[in-house]
């Protein structure tokens, strides 16, 4: 479990396929790795991974096909930045929302407008996660835990201060960029409780 909220930002060394999958190196930068051991999980632009190797400036995972065919994983490459979070210990602030490191599906930029000292982001949501976006809700964006401030057909529009820009790899979006999208966890249950609905979520989530 994770809170979407990014401890730092890593750069990715290398990439290197393997029967279909993917071993990742990561530069942690200022990560603190001190309490990370083998099997621990790291969300990597949002998406949770196990950590099978580690020394005191990089952690080590296997992507699985699942997790390359569903996610933005995918498009990384040795020098790219990526948004780093380790899972939530008992006891840790809850500074964002509790997110499950479980990618629903992709969304893409549609557009960037400045807004005050901020930047508004428009983002394409795919259509069977859109009654999963609220005015006023959260979403998780590559990991980042963010409120919905407007929400349209097939969009809905984010606000990003800078202090997230700066602290996120938000600040490299472009028109076109893909992106992770989890939805809220609370939006995901009470579709499962209301009586005579069904998930959208059943053998859709990585």
């Not at 401890?7 to 993917?22: K, R, Y």
């Not at 096909?65 to 040795?78: D, F, G, V």
Request: hydrophobic share 40%; net charge negative; charged share 20%.
């Amino acid at each position: 479990m994770f809170t979407g909220i990014i401890a730092a930002i890593g750069q990715v060394t290398s990439v290197t396929p393997s029967g279909g999958d993917m071993r990742l190196k990561v530069a942690t930068q200022k990560l603190d790795l001190s309490d990370v051991s083998l099997g621990d999980s790291i969300a990597i632009n949002g998406v949770c991974l196990t950590v099978v190797e580690l020394d005191e400036a990089h952690v080590s995972f296997d992507v699985s096909k699942e997790s390359l065919e569903r996610t933005a994983l995918s498009q990384i490459a040795a020098g790219s930045a990526v948004n780093l979070e380790k899972a939530l210990a008992v006891g840790d602030r809850l500074g964002g929302h509790m997110v499950s490191g479980h990618v629903d599906g992709l969304g893409k930029v549609l557009q960037l407008t400045p807004s005050a000292r901020s930047v508004q982001f428009r983002i394409e949501v795919p259509a069977n996660l859109e009654r999963y976006v609220a005015e006023k809700g959260s979403i998780t964006i590559d990991g980042v835990s963010l409120t919905v401030n407007q929400v349209g057909p097939g969009w809905f529009d984010i606000n990003i201060i800078p202090h997230t820009m700066q602290e996120t790899i938000i600040k490299e979006y472009n028109v076109g960029t893909m992106v992770n999208l989890e939805v809220d966890l609370i939006a995901r249950y009470l579709e499962r409780l209301l009586p005579g609905q069904s998930s959208h979520f059943v053998n859709e989530t990585l």
